[in-house]
């Protein structure tokens, strides 16, 4: 097997003469990848599919949870038999209306998830065995790891947040600064880092992949799923297929919406604006079933249900704050409520507006030829589903709590030389300038920079205390219904054949 895979590996390259010598040298190794031996895979009949059924599908409103099961009819492609098999149906949360993209080359299946998910749970992908994407990305911390940056093997402080992994099946690139262009490669990242997961001689993915290999059940399931031996390129597809699962949504702000299409569509109006009596019939079901929204929005389940139509006004300033005044759907738009692009807006900048060498950003990660100056010291725009749980916030971990983040956005961010222009007051600037050019005097608390001292002047919004608070409701209204037990329960399983 082995000595097949290198041979059908090098040569084209060596051929082609297309590889650099250090892709040469990947291909090499047979920890990376190796040729899937259909004979040790699960047959056909056996497998099962794993697939997502979107609030637009009609079969959707039928399914009573997020994980069920069913049954297909499929076409086994080695025999050309129809053959009956059970099938694992996802139920996409209300709210997000889309599936998570699936690569085509990494299909789901359930024993893939299975297998992602002890993996993802397992710190035998660390050089110390202490460490799992467990640690950082903990369940009952929101997928995230509750602290201002995170801490890896042998207690070392990393530089950076730790962003929540829920619905990072839904982000065009991975990371902060988009380094990762899909959740398998970005599943390859914390394995050789020595802050994270591994620290020691040598390729830690050769020695993390040596140990799963001297794990039997390990080489039995990555077997049964992709017919090599644990390799790099299986573990990574593996996780990452457990991840696409890691959905949030069902938010009190999600049902507010269907009711309001649903009234919409009834009254014929095809006015499909919310209105407070939306927010206030999602609370009604919400007192009625004592949903996790009530704690969410500080709501006693049996002393406040008077209040609901106070509490339903005040949810539609906020909704109405974030996507008119406060511009927050300016970047955080979308179902995710992240428009996937990178901005600037000076969480990483000290009170000079300094950006030190490490908060360069996305600018450091575009290719050579592609650098564009807009985008130094330019982060990802998080989602903002689940905010409730993934405190401390931006990359820096700096804002504790949603009250401070909306006091940064407030003040227009940080000032800085790369400050986003729609963090900034352009008009403003502009009048600066010409008050200077003109010798007039100029307001001296504004901040210069470089040669030709450019005046960066964040934008102020201006919110009333009032403003901010319903802003701050809206923001918790986006929470969330907690993850199913076969998600988020770290012990629980589906029953599988291996
Ligand atoms: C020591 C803590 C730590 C461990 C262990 C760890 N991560 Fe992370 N993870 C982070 C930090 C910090 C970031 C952000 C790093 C950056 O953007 O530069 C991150 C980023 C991510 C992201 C990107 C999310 C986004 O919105 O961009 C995903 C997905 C993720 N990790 C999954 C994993 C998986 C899977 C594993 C296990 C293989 C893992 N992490 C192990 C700390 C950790
Ligand atoms: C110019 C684009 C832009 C605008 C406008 C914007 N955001 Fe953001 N938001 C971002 C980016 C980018 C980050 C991450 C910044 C960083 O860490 O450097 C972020 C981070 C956040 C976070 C932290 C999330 C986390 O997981 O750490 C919250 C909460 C948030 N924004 C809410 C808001 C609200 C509320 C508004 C409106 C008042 C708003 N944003 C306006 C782009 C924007």
Redesign the pocket.
């Given at each position: 097997m082995k000595r097949y895979n290198r041979l059908l590996m090098l040569t084209p390259v060596l051929i082609l003469g297309l590889a650099t010598p250090s892709q040469a040298q990947v291909s090499e190794k047979d920890t990376y990848y190796q040729l899937p031996d259909e004979t040790r895979m699960t047959p056909f009949r056996d497998q099962v599919p794993m697939v997502f059924v979107t609030p637009n599908q009609p079969e959707w409103k039928s399914l009573p949870q997020f994980w069920n099961e069913g049954q297909e009819e499929a076409i086994d492609p080695s025999t050309g038999e129809k053959v009956q098999r059970r099938v694992i149906k996802i139920k996409v949360p209300l709210g997000l209306t889309q599936a998570p993209p699936v690569p085509a080359e990494n299909p789901m299946t359930l024993q893939k998830w299975v297998l992602g998910k002890k993996l993802y749970y397992d710190p035998i992908l660390s050089s110390d065995n202490t460490v799992a994407c467990a640690s950082c990305h903990d369940p009952t911390k929101g997928f995230a790891d509750g602290r201002k940056t995170s801490v890896g093997i042998q207690g070392q402080l990393g530089p950076i947040?730790a962003?929540?992994v829920f619905n990072a099946a839904y982000n065009k690139l991975q990371f902060?600064d988009g380094r990762a262009i899909s959740l398998e490669d970005q599943a390859q990242g914390p394995v050789t880092n020595p802050l994270e997961m591994f620290a020691g001689k040598g390729d830690p993915w050769d020695e993390a992949v040596a140990r799963l290999r001297t794990n039997p059940d390990y080489v039995r399931m990555f077997q049964a799923v992709f017919g090599t031996l644990p390799t790099r390129d299986a573990a990574a597809k593996a996780i990452a297929t457990y991840e696409r699962t890691v959905l949030l949504g069902n938010s009190l702000h999600d049902r507010a919406e269907a009711r309001m299409r649903q009234r919409v569509t009834e009254e014929e109006s095809g006015k499909f604006e919310l209105t407070a009596a939306d927010y206030a019939a999602a609370l009604k079901d919400e007192f009625a079933r004592k949903g996790p929204a009530l704690k969410d929005l500080g709501l006693d389940p049996e002393k406040d249900a008077g209040r609901i139509p106070e509490i339903a006004q005040r949810l539609l300033n906020g909704r109405n704050l974030?996507f008119n005044k406060?511009?927050?759907a300016?970047?955080?738009s979308g179902e995710t409520f992240s428009d996937g692009e990178?901005?600037n807006?000076g969480?990483?900048a000290d009170t000079q507006g300094n950006l030190p060498a490490s908060e360069v950003g996305r600018f450091a990660r575009l290719p050579l030829g592609h650098k564009n100056p807009l985008l130094i010291g330019a982060?990802?725009?998080?989602g903002?589903r689940g905010?409730l749980h993934?405190a401390p916030?931006?990359?820096?971990g700096t804002?504790k709590s949603?009250e401070e983040?909306?006091e940064f956005?407030d003040r227009g961010g940080n000032a800085n030389p790369w400050l986003?222009e729609?963090?900034r007051d352009t008009a403003a600037e502009a009048a600066y300038l010409r008050a200077r050019a003109a010798g007039q005097p100029v307001d001296p608390n504004v901040r210069t920079f470089g040669p030709a001292k450019r005046p960066i002047i964040p934008l102020k919004?201006n919110l009333t205390p009032q403003e901010k608070a319903d802003?701050v409701l809206f923001?918790k209204a986006l929470n969330g219904d907690p993850l199913e037990p076969i998600v988020a329960d770290p012990n629980k399983f589906p029953e599988v054949k291996w």
């Open positions: 947040n962003p929540s902060w974030f406060a511009r927050c300016n970047c955080h990178f901005h807006l969480a990483g982060f990802k725009t998080p903002l905010l993934t916030y931006m990359h820096t804002e949603l983040v909306i956005y986003s729609k963090m919004l802003l923001l």
